[in-house]
């Protein structure tokens, strides 16, 4: 759990520390908006193993108010010491990840301390947005349970897009080693979109298996649709390289004419439906579809913490837009509930604009006020 949050040069801060002096499993940033609650938690989620929850360019997380070329966030958790950061160079930048300030390769040691996992404002909208940001939010749960799921999604985004320069140069060249050359490529792309695939079903199946039976929560059914899925349940198949090799084959001229792949995880979509009123989500209420959302996150938690003994920290920015009194209390009574029940495994650090919305908390929280790129602990309110 943190104990210390060091930030340097990082958006709007120059050189910020938070203590938690007790420990507290709870911490709520509050302020005006654009005064960096979001960006403390965007500091944090970067040690999660991917680029984090806006998922923006390194470089432009360097504090551009100061002359700096780097940026730097260091959490300390017990007597561990874990630092993220990255220099800007000339040509190109470098990304430094170290544990007790001795280098490592790159965050995947710092997932194995456990898992960061995030809900923001932007999700008010996920099951109204591309399929791409609801992939996103299915792939962060993935990356809780699989370490390797990140280097996955970003291997086949670089094989897929290998593979559509070789299909443009193709169409044209219908030389032998460009032939070659292309199913290699592909033999890579089937292996790797296989495990994202499977991960994600796995992910989807397990969330129904374990979700929240409250009545305040609603009851969901999810699941993975798209080319892939459709293709094992239309040829009741299980798929391996040699199919998926297959279909990426017949699809060779169609994909060279779209400039994409069409078959693969990068064309499944997350669908939700809530259950009591058979309704797709995206044609619920918006109070309805963050319930809906909150639900499925909250059920993952549960997964979570029944299967894995590592530690959980949850990053809440702005979630409690969109809930009305009664909802804004069950959503503080379940992370209650869920600090309690597991005191040192799981924190909670939550933003929102008004410290009164979080009065449900003033028992077990610590509060910052952010303002103008300082953070300040304010006493509790009795």
């Keep these: 759990m943190i104990k210390q949050l060091q930030i340097n040069n990082f958006r709007n801060y120059e050189n910020v520390r ?18 960096g609650k979001t960006n403390i938690l965007e500091a944090i989620s970067l040690f999660s193993g991917s ?28 007597d561990l010491s874990l630092t993220s950061g990255y220099i800007k160079g000339e040509n190109f930048g470098r990304r430094i990840y170290k544990i007790d300030g001795e280098p490592t390769k790159n965050s995947k040691e710092f997932a194995m301390e456990g898992s960061i996992l995030w809900m923001t404002y932007e999700n008010d909208r996920l099951f109204l947005e591309s399929p791409a940001n609801r992939r996103t939010f299915i792939d962060m749960l993935c990356a809780a349970t699989s370490n390797s799921h990140v280097d996955n999604v970003r291997n086949y985004e670089k094989l897929t897009k290998e593979r559509s320069k ?19 490529v592909e033999n890579k792309i089937a292996d790797v979109g296989i ?12 969330l129904e298996c374990t979700e929240l039976l409250t009545r305040e929560f609603p009851r969901f059914q999810n699941k993975m649709v798209g080319p892939i899925e459709q293709f094992i349940i239309s040829q009741n198949m299980v798929l391996d390289r040699e199919n998926y090799k297959a279909e990426l084959t017949n699809r060779r001229e169609k994909d060279s004419l779209v400039g994409a792949t069409t078959f693969g995880p990068n064309r499944s979509d997350w669908k939700v439906v809530h259950t009591e009123k058979q309704m797709a989500a ?8 963050k ?35 009664n ?31 979080f009065e449900e908390l003033e028992d077990i929280a610590l509060f910052f006020n952010v303002h103008d790129g300082n953070v300040i602990q304010t006493p509790a309110v009795s």
């Design 282 to 289: 995206e044609f619920c209420s918006a109070g309805e579809q």
């Design 195 to 206: 495990q994202i695939a499977n991960s994600r079903m796995k992910i989807v199946n397990e």
């Design 291 to 325: 319930m809906l959302l909150s639900s499925v996150f909250f059920s993952f938690v549960r997964k979570n913490m029944q299967s894995n003994s590592g530690n959980l920290i949850l990053l809440l920015d702005d979630v409690i837009t969109h809930l009305d009194a």
């Design 51 to 78: 680029s984090g929850l806006r998922k923006a360019r390194y470089e432009d997380m360097i504090n551009r108010n100061t002359r700096e070329t780097y940026w730097s966030v260091t959490i300390k958790s017990g």
């Design 166 to 184: 070789i299909l443009k140069q193709f169409s044209g060249n219908r030389h032998r080693d460009t032939g070659k050359w292309l199913d290699i």
């Design 327 to 357: 909802h804004r209390a069950l959503f503080f009574k379940y992370i209650k509930e869920l600090v309690t029940e597991n005191m040192t495994r799981v924190s909670v650090w939550l933003s929102g604009t008004d410290r009164a919305t």
């Design 18 to 35: 938070i203590i938690m002096p007790s420990g507290e499993k709870v911490v709520v940033l509050y302020g005006a908006n654009g005064h």
